[in-house]
């Protein structure tokens, strides 16, 4: 069921568009991840979301109900920002009940939540703990149980392992999830590292200046980035202009690409992503094969990357295309003249001609 639907949202800062026509649905349950690079527009989504700021045009429906005219407090959604700053004054338990304190519920029932908020985190018998003494990690922890402890109905997070190291995100990101999945609440997390999004995330929705470029799931984002500046964000450099001449080709500079189905019609100029771990170097008894795309060129560097050999091909354009290639293969020695063979699967089609990349 969809929780959340957002329609047509723009919003735009000292005649600066922030956010230009943003559409949305949000699954009750499931955990969406807003990624984008700085400024793409990730956290005045989530305050337009959560009532603190107003969208210039557009409409936040929750549960059907059109929000506009709901303030924030009374929308019972959780939120937590990167600084998720804890009551220094309080201790642990303080701060866990401070949300359901100021909803005046039974102390009771606020005793008995605490507890069971204690034990999600894994702090039980820190309830009188000062939160001075609390590592990086507990505090987070402590904040997600604040957090949730007034049952909302949907959780915002805003980069909230952002002040951590990295180790320690890694961690604290994977037992967030748990939680978020045992508690079974909607969340709608907001990150610029792809590797939190696709740890954390059923559905990643990619952001660039103020638009939706993408919503998929991490595998699907990973594997079929949709346009070139998906791919650039996530990392992808290798991009080729060209035109589907055929079903199964695209004719570039770099010659004739095969490609697996896409579904984009013949004659239209696109961008095709070489997948960086989709080649081998084609050995001397290698049969020719039809259906796959043979990319020749001087190796420019071979790293030895343990799993792998980092290669860097010059191609006969100039482009420099990047790979990574089995340590079973042999390796290459800069200076060689190479070729190497490219699966269908391993040039993504997108409908796209972006030029410039994500800043
Ligand atoms: P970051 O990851 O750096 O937080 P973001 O994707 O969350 O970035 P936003 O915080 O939504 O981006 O900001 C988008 C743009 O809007 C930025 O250029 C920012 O400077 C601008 N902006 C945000 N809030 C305001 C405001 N209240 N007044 C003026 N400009 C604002």
Same mark, same amino acid.
């Given at each position: 069921m969809t929780l959340l639907r957002l329609r047509t949202l723009s919003k735009t800062f000292e005649r600066e568009p922030v956010l230009d026509a943003v559409s949305l649905d949000v699954e009750e349950g499931s955990i969406l991840c807003l990624l984008g690079p700085s400024g793409c527009g990730k956290t005045t989504l989530l305050r337009i979301i959560a009532g603190l700021e107003i969208p210039d045009t557009g409409t936040v429906y929750f549960d059907d109900r059109?929000?506009?005219?709901?303030a924030p407090h009374l929308r019972n959604f959780g939120m937590m920002f990167q600084e998720f700053a804890l009551f220094p004054h309080k201790n642990v338990l303080g701060n866990i009940t401070f949300g359901l304190k100021m909803q005046k519920r039974p102390r009771r029932e606020i005793r008995a939540r605490?507890?069971?908020m204690l034990s999600l985190v894994?702090?039980?018998?820190? $309830? *009188?703990r000062n939160v001075s003494e609390l590592s990086g990690g507990e505090r987070q922890?402590?904040?997600? $149980? *604040?957090t949730l402890a007034p049952n909302p109905r949907l959780v915002l997070l805003d980069e909230p392992l952002g002040a951590l190291d990295k180790a320690l995100r890694e961690r604290l990101l994977l037992e967030m999830r748990d939680i978020l999945k045992k508690v079974g609440v909607t969340t709608i997390f907001v990150?610029?590292?792809?590797t939190e999004a696709f740890a954390i995330a059923d559905t990643v929705v990619v952001m660039d200046r103020g638009r939706i470029e993408q919503t998929d799931t991490p595998e699907n984002l990973y594997a079929h980035p949709a346009t070139a500046s998906v791919a650039l964000f996530l990392g992808f450099h290798n991009l080729v202009r060209g035109r589907i001449e055929a079903a199964g080709t695209m004719s570039t500079d770099l010659g004739i690409l095969r490609l697996a189905e896409h579904g984009?019609?013949?004659?239209r100029d696109v961008m095709a992503l070489i997948r960086p771990d989709g080649a081998r170097i084609r050995e001397a008894s290698d049969q020719p094969d039809e259906g796959k795309t043979i990319i020749s060129g001087v190796v420019k560097n071979c790293l030895f990357k343990g799993r792998n050999y980092h290669l860097e091909l010059q191609t006969g354009t100039g482009q420099v295309l990047a790979f990574d290639i089995s340590n079973e293969s042999r390796p290459a020695d800069p200076g060689q003249l190479i070729e190497l063979i490219l699966s269908p699967e391993a040039v993504v089609v997108m409908t796209d001609s972006l030029v410039e990349p994500f800043t």
């Open positions: 059109d929000m506009a005219t709901v605490a507890k069971e894994g702090l039980e018998g820190y $309830a *009188r922890r402590v904040a997600l $149980a *604040r990150t610029h590292d792809q984009v019609p013949t004659g």
